[in-house]
């Protein structure tokens, strides 16, 4: 399982892709995702079979905040990323949700300098031409 983050020109955006691969996935035919930014719907986030077996989804969330979410294999087993940024304790059973935090840090949010374009050169203003009939 991994996740992968990108950001957004402005940092307000993080788009996050959770993967489970094959192996993780224990041979189910299907895996939803659940969490705080799809209020625990089990059935609102599927991630999509990929060729090699593995599954997976990219979701926008905002950043600035850590997001509590497991995975659903085939509706009845769920599991936790085995590569998530932290874990904490569930407030509903006796186990733990995997946390994927969406603060970007300096080098994340760093983009290439852009070039100063050079300046234009003003052109004349256009002379006024006057017509008589």
Do not use: H
């Not at 932290?86 to 995997?98: E, M, R, V």
């Amino acid at each position: 399982m991994a996740l992968k983050k990108a950001y957004s020109a402005d940092g307000k955006i993080c788009k996050v892709t959770f993967l489970v691969e094959k192996e993780a996935s224990q041979g189910a035919q299907n895996v939803t995702i659940a969490g705080d930014f799809n209020c625990w719907s089990s059935t609102e986030t599927p991630l999509k079979k990929e060729k090699n077996g593995s599954f997976s989804v990219t979701v926008e969330l905002e950043a600035g905040k850590e997001y509590q979410y497991r995975y659903l294999l085939d509706g009845n087993r769920w599991e936790n990323d085995w590569k998530a940024d932290k874990y904490i304790p569930a407030p509903f059973s006796n186990t733990d949700n995997s946390v994927v935090i969406c603060i970007p840090s300096e080098s994340e949010l760093k983009k290439p300098a852009k070039k100063e374009a050079a300046p234009k050169a003003e052109k004349p203003a256009a002379k006024k031409r006057c017509c008589k009939k």
